[in-house]
Structure formats: structure tokens, C-alpha cells
């Protein structure tokens, strides 16, 4: 067990034991989990929330469960799965967290829509370095730089530094900085650790070098996602986050580039240098709140905004924007690999299983822009100080409610869907629902299916439950983000949004209605079964 990790105190324990008792508590409710792939201590507060909800930990290899933490679900496994089951893990979410997937979707989803470079520009300068051709272009800039030195040696230009992040790997483990040609043909020596490339697919990322700094150390934020529908698409942003301070204090020269407390953030690399004395006291200095190499989210954005007069505002709403585009560049893999879920018995039921949450690495620079480091898939969630333990067991809270890890409120969900469905399906597409009210024209034809009536019944009853979860999408004034979708349920919900209307505003049938459509639609079954027997 690292150092820098330890138990959660029981006096934690004993504060919010009221924010994790909830009065639907179950107490036949199980969860499985594989916990030799994770580490030491990184299912504390999830399995703290299940242990509060009256859930039951099972092997891995039990079939029969109600949720599940796991590291991987094999996409076979879906189609396996019963309607009440919940489960973190979306198929081919691979091409958000695997650093050179996310790279070729943001790459392609840029040459698709030409002229929307500025929706993308918090990505910066990358390199696949798996790819030939890339890997070449790469050591071209060094080629090429080592030329004009030599025609101009009062050249004061200095070579360009880029960042290498292996694709497979996270929490800092092989990243490194390379500053020179001899840098990157080092990469292609077998005692590297990034040999043989093909394999290790390192990526080279443009390193940013005029970052914002907390009292003169480099900072980046790590900030919570939770995907909990790709068709239609619901994505939602935790607002209150972390901010991970590097233990040494940051400068750009060359010299440095091989201090990882300078230029990389990550505790498994800062621990071992966290009661720095030097920084303790630059920190007092400078009056920056802080807990160990910690501040939270909320603090940095007010004291941005008190003490530099940045827009936070602003700030948050272009944070918000990376996250969505970075996922609506993964949408049409992760649409596919969804509506996989059917199964051969087409069972939409299966589509209602999946969520995910995610840790976006995010970096400001000097200029207040954002740059996309990375994105976590099963972020750490290991304790650590005490305002982080808030954080965390907050998020993990929230996040359960808003899925509905217990099922709650599916029930409820699926009956509200029939008989919303009953009442619609029948009325002739151009009927305005909910009236004529400026604002809230919603056809009946948008509601295609009893799917898409589904979708906009969850993501209402996801809205009553988010507690501090922000939407990302749908939300109101997101529809110029629609021309990147390829769902058509997702453009429905954004209308949905757009006209203001509730789920009240919808007609309902009687119950009976409901049971009398499905009496004579199994009377139907069992006649076209006879017929064919027949025949």
C-alpha cells in the first residue's frame, strides 16, 4: 500500500454516514467487483456507499447481481445482462481513455466538419508515434531545427518540447519530456521504455509551457464525468473537482525537463516529495488555502476570478465544452458498440444497463485556455486528505443516486414510458405537444419510438435525482453542438430541452390501456405463430 494512501478514518466515517444512509436502502441488493485489478484502497468509497445502501459484495464471477465496479466488462457479457442490472462500463469506451483512440477520433471528427477547428482547439500538437508516417513527421521538427541552428547559431529559439504519454499506461507511469533529436531517436532504442513503439503506442503531445501556476507551481485539474446514456446521449459534469499541484516549483528550462515533481502532477510521483518545506512555505506566503499538493476546484475558480479578475464563469463553461466534445468525437464508436447491447433477440432492454464515470486531466494556461491532457477511465478514487475524501465520497454518492444504482425509480420510469407511449402513438406526427406555448413546440413525430419516450422519461427522472451534477448535454442552448451527432435520439432530447417541456406537459393513458395493447399484440403473436406452423 502506498504511503500517501491510508483508510478512511472512522471519524469520516461517522460524519457522513448521513449522506450515505438512504431510506430506500435494499438490503437483498448485491454488487460484484474484481478486486485484484484494482489498487490498494481505490474502492474505498465505492464500496462504502454500496456497504450503506444495503448492498452485498459478491465474486466476480457471480452472474447474478444487481451493479457492478469493474475494470472491464467483455462486450459479450452485455447481451447477458437482465433490465435491472446496472454496470459501469460502456463498449468501446476504449477510444476515450486510450490515449492514441482519442487522438484519431478528435483528429477525424475534425476533417468530417471542416471550419470547426476553434470547437477542437483544446487539443494540442499530437503525434502517434505508433504510426510510421507520424512518428517521421515527429523527428522531422528536429531534423529541422537542428538545421536552422546550425545555418543561424545566434539563433536563440528553443527546440520544441512535447510531452511522451505511452497509451496503455496512467498515474504518470512512463511519461516523460524530449527536447531533442537525440530524445526521440532514444525512443527507438530497445532499452526504452516506450520500445517497440508499435506496441507501446506512445503518443507526443506539444507540452505546454506557459501554464498557470499557483504560487509559482504548475497545476492541473482532475475533474469528474459521468456518461449515463450514448443514444440518446446524457453526460454530466461534477462541479466540484480537484486541483493537483506539482511539489517543485515550475520553470522552462531545458534543464529541467527531466524533474518529473516539476512537470508532472501526479501524487504516485509527488508523495514521496509532498512535505517539500520550500513549498509549505511559498504556499503561506502566497495565502493559497491548500491541503498537502491539493486545493479544491471551487477555490481556484473564485481565487482566479478575487485575485487575477479572470472570468470563472467563462472559465467552468469552456471546461464544460472540452468534455463534450471530447466525447462527441467518440460518439459514433460508442453508438455502435451501444446498440450492440441489443443482442440477436434485438432486447432494448439491454440499452438502459451501461454508465461510466471518468477523470478528465485538464491543463490552464497563463492565457486561460484549456488544454485536454487525458481522460481516466475508473479514475482513482483512493482516499487521501480530508477535503478530497469530501470530494470523492460526495461524487460517488451523487453519482449512484443519479444512475439509480438501486432502482429506485425504474420502475416508476418503465410505466410512465407505456402509458406516455399509449397516448402519442396513435396521434398524427405535426400534433404539437403541451400546447402552443412560445418555446415549447414539441412534435409528436420527434417521438419516433417508445425508446425515445424511454430516453426523455430517464433523463427527466436523472434530472430529479443529479444532486450537484451539472448536464453537459442535453442542456439549454447545446443544439450548435447537434451537427456533430450522428444519434437522432440525442437530437431529440436537445429539442426536448430547447422547448421547455416536462414530462407532465405529455398526455398519459389509463393502465388499462396499456394492458390491452399488449393483450392484443401477444393474441397477434400467437396468431402469426399458428400461421406459420401451418404453413
Known amino acids: 500500500v502506498h504511503s500517501h494512501y491510508s483508510p478512511l478514518s472512522e471519524e469520516f466515517l461517522r460524519q457522513h454516514s448521513t449522506y450515505y444512509r438512504t431510506p ?36 466476480q464471477t457471480s452472474p447474478v447481481y444487481n451493479a457492478s465496479w469493474l475494470i472491464f466488462l467483455p462486450p459479450s457479457n452485455f447481451t447477458n445482462l437482465e433490465s435491472h442490472q446496472r454496470v459501469n462500463n460502456f463498449p468501446e469506451v476504449r477510444h476515450m481513455f486510450r490515449k492514441d483512440l482519442l487522438h484519431n477520433v478528435i483528429h477525424e471528427a475534425r476533417s468530417v466538419h471542416p471550419g470547426t477547428d476553434h470547437y477542437f482547439d483544446f487539443w494540442p500538437e499530437t503525434f502517434d508515434l505508433s504510426q510510421p508516417f507520424q512518428f517521421n513527421l515527429f523527428r522531422s521538427l528536429y531534423v529541422q531545427f537542428n538545421q536552422n541552428k546550425a545555418l543561424n547559431p545566434n539563433d536563440t529559439t528553443p527546440a520544441p518540447i512535447f510531452i511522451i504519454k ?12 524530449v527536447a531533442s533529436l537525440a530524445d526521440v531517436d532514444y525512443m527507438q532504442n530497445q532499452n526504452s521504455s516506450c520500445f517497440p513503439v508499435y506496441k507501446t503506442r506512445p ?118 465544452h472540452l468534455i463534450l466534445m471530447s466525447v462527441v468525437s467518440t460518439e459514433p464508436h460508442l453508438v455502435h458498440g451501444y446498440n450492440q447491447l441489443c443482442g440477436p433477440n434485438n432486447n432494448r432492454e439491454h440499452k438502459l444497463n451501461p454508465f461510466e464515470l471518468f477523470g478528465y486531466d485538464i491543463l ?10 487525458e481522460i481516466n477511465s475508473n479514475p482513482s478514487l483512493a482516499p487521501h486528505t480530508n477535503m478530497e475524501n469530501h470530494i470523492k465520497a460526495n461524487c460517488v454518492r451523487e453519482a449512484f443516486n443519479l444512475v439509480d444504482i438501486g432502482g429506485s425509480w425504474r420502475k416508476e420510469a418503465e410505466e410512465l414510458t407505456e402509458r406516455i407511449w399509449e397516448a402519442v402513438r396513435t396521434l398524427p406526427k405535426e400534433t404539437v405537444l403541451g400546447g402552443e406555448k412560445e418555446g415549447r413546440k414539441f412534435e409528436r413525430g420527434y417521438l419516433g419510438d417508445k425508446e425515445m419516450v ?82
Not at 478486486?35 to 448492498?55: D, I, K, S
Not at 511539489?247 to 502532477?265: A, C, E, P, R
Not at 490552464?364 to 488544454?371: A, L, T
Not at 424511454?454 to 448535454?473: C, D, L, M, Q
Open 203 to 320: 503518443i507526443a503531445q506539444r507540452y505546454v509551457l506557459n501554464v498557470l501556476t499557483l504560487a509559482g507551481y504548475k497545476i492541473t485539474l482532475r475533474i469528474y464525468a459521468l456518461l449515463s446514456g450514448v443514444d440518446p446521449m446524457k453526460l454530466w459534469v461534477y462541479p466540484e473537482g480537484l486541483v493537483r499541484i506539482c511539489s517543485k516549483k515550475y520553470t522552462t528550462d531545458v534543464s529541467s525537463i527531466g524533474d518529473l515533481f516539476t512537470h508532472v502532477d501526479s501524487i504516485d510521483i509527488n508523495y514521496v516529495n509532498e512535505e517539500n518545506k520550500e513549498y509549505e512555505a511559498d504556499m503561506r506566503r502566497a495565502g493559497i488555502e491548500h491541503e498537502g499538493l491539493r486545493v479544491s476546484i471551487i477555490y481556484l475558480l473564485k481565487h482566479l476570478q478575487e485575485k487575477k479578475g479572470v472570468d470563472s464563469k467563462k472559465l467552468w463553461e469552456d471546461m464544460m
Open 24 to 59: 430506500n436502502a435494499s438490503p437483498n441488493m448485491t454488487w460484484i467487483v474484481n478486486p485484484t485489478a484494482w489498487r490498494p484502497l481505490h474502492l474505498e468509497f465505492v464500496g462504502n456507499e454500496f456497504a450503506y445502501r444495503g448492498f452485498t459484495r459478491l465474486s
Open 364 to 373: 490552464i494556461d497563463e492565457n486561460n485556455k484549456v488544454h485536454l491532457l
Open 454 to 535: 424511454r430516453g426523455i422519461v430517464e433523463y427527466e427522472k436523472e434530472k430529479e435525482n443529479k444532486g450537484s451534477w451539472t448536464a453537459a448535454f442535453p442542456r439549454k442552448g447545446g443544439d450548435h453542438y447537434l451537427q456533430f451527432f450522428t444519434s437522432g435520439r440525442s437530437h431529440v432530447l436537445q429539442k426536448w430541452v430547447d422547448s421547455g417541456m416536462k414530462v407532465s406537459d405529455l398526455p398519459l393513458a389509463p393502465w388499462s390501456d396499456v394492458e390491452r395493447t399488449r393483450m392484443l399484440a401477444a393474441q397477434a403473436q400467437i396468431l402469426e405463430q399458428e400461421r406459420r406452423s401451418i404453413r
Open 166 to 177: 505511452r497509451s496503455f499506461m496512467q498515474r504518470g507511469e512512463g511519461v516523460h519530456l
